[in-house]
């Protein structure tokens, strides 16, 4: 049998590894019979030769494998969850999960925490004073039979090898490869006993997939792997240039999430959470017509139902539902730094990752992977691509409880606005879909 340094030598060669390689590499790391250095070396190994689409799969397969898969049978379906590859601003969860919640989905989510710049769920909903975002597998099933929704991260049961490689592959700068992409969303996602599942995969400056043609690789590699697992699998590519409505940072993110869920939420949350909860709505209930779930997800923001909904899954995850109505119960930072515009002109590009860089100096994100996250700081844009602007205008405010990075972060956000004289070409946020 070769050695785990053999393994890592085939893969830095550009040898293709076998289902049983995987297998060894995922139940030895879990078992913490090889340690991080080794596994690092292996995924920097597969990150600069590339893993195929096989060992894509195969890599899934075992870790999927490494864990125990829920016995959802006792829970009602429709059961559809919705993943997104990560971006700078994203907190479309927090408000199409409830939705569909609302709308007599079962949502059973699996989500993880932040990777480099981009923020995660977990991270959000951790902001909340008390939420609980560790959930046994049995008060997970409970939580989603009663109130058609839970939050939980991987735990020992739930997919522990992606616990592990997910916190690895953020401090080793393999966070981009699509296999490792594909593999984590999956092994988490097929462990939930789903029948369906809706993907938003992030293109542009600020996701981890720069490319349309890399996003629709991305996204069908996870639908082929879907398929074999007899799981529907849908994807949205949405554009993630500039960040998604006006908020970055965790408590940020918390407030405008329950602003959108009252129904003064920014036009491009609004309308991509909108679209995200009516397709979740959809392949749940495939007889019906994405238009009329369009419509039903729309009267279930506008009646209270999803936010109601939320408030629920906050309180019953330990958490103050009164969150979603009283922001002075989240954590709120100590400082603020106005970065303004220096002339007149139309703001021409955002650069997302510029600014979720900033956001992750603030403390939003992680450099390490113990590193603490600061759940109040974070940055607020005033203005979008295509805004007019005049000289002297606020464009965005740093929000920070800690100074030794804000020069360096104030510099980053101010690299990151373009202007122009004439207004920029509109560009649409959902790009395509894939199925």
Do not use: W
Not at 136 to 153: P, W
Not at 376 to 402: E, R
Request: one cysteine or more.
């Amino acid at each position: 049998m070769d050695r785990i340094v053999d393994l890592i030598r085939a893969k830095r060669d550009g040898e293709e590894l076998t289902q049983e390689d995987f297998e060894r590499l995922v139940n030895g790391y879990t078992r913490n019979e090889i340690p991080d250095y080794q596994m690092a070396a292996f995924l920097m190994a597969g990150y600069c030769n590339d893993f195929s689409d096989a060992e894509a799969t195969a890599l899934a397969t075992a870790m999927l494998n490494c864990g125990q898969r829920l016995d959802m049978s006792d829970v009602p379906t429709p059961r559809v969850d919705k993943h997104s590859t990560g971006g700078v601003g994203d907190k479309v969860t927090l408000i199409a999960a409830p939705t569909a919640a609302a709308a007599g989905i079962y949502v059973p989510m699996i989500t993880g925490r932040g990777l480099g710049h981009t923020g995660g769920t977990l991270d959000k909903l951790q902001s909340i004073p008390g939420f609980r975002t560790q959930l046994s597998m049995s008060e997970f099933k409970t939580q989603v039979k009663e109130l058609g929704l839970a939050f939980t991260g991987q735990t020992d049961e739930i997919s522990p090898a992606d616990k592990r490689l997910y916190a690895l592959r953020d401090v080793t700068g393999t966070v981009e490869s699509l296999a490792l992409i594909a593999a984590s969303i999956m092994s988490k996602k097929l462990a939930e006993g789903l029948g369906a599942l809706l993907l938003d995969v992030k293109v542009g400056r600020g996701s981890l997939i720069r490319g349309r043609s890399e996003a629709r690789k991305l996204a069908q590699l996870m639908i082929s792997i879907g398929r074999r697992m007899n799981v529907t699998v849908q994807a949205l590519l949405t554009d993630m240039d500039q960040p998604l409505g006006f908020t970055v940072g965790n408590a940020l993110e918390v407030m405008e999430a329950s602003q959108t869920l009252q129904g003064q939420g920014p036009p491009d949350l609004t309308g991509l959470s909108t679209e995200l909860a009516a397709r979740m709505i959809y392949l749940g209930q495939s007889s019906r017509s994405i238009e009329s779930a369009r419509d039903q997800a729309q009267q279930l923001l506008a009646d209270g139902s999803a936010i109601t909904k939320l408030r629920d899954i906050i309180a019953a995850q330990g958490g103050d539902p009164e969150v979603v109505y009283r922001f002075d119960l989240l954590p709120n930072a100590s400082g603020e730094q106005i970065v303004s515009s220096p002339r007149d002109g139309y703001i021409s590009r955002i650069n997302a990752d510029d600014i979720g860089r900033a956001a992750v100096m603030l403390g939003a994100g992680r450099d390490s992977m113990d590193d603490p996250i600061d759940p109040a700081v974070g940055v607020i844009l005033q203005s979008k691509v295509g805004d007019q602007v005049v000289a002297g205008q606020q464009l965005c405010a740093l929000y920070y409880t800690d100074e030794t990075n804000l020069p360096e972060a104030v510099q980053l956000v101010e690299d990151a606005f373009r202007l122009s004289v004439n207004p920029p070409e509109p560009r649409d946020l959902i790009l395509d879909l894939v199925q």
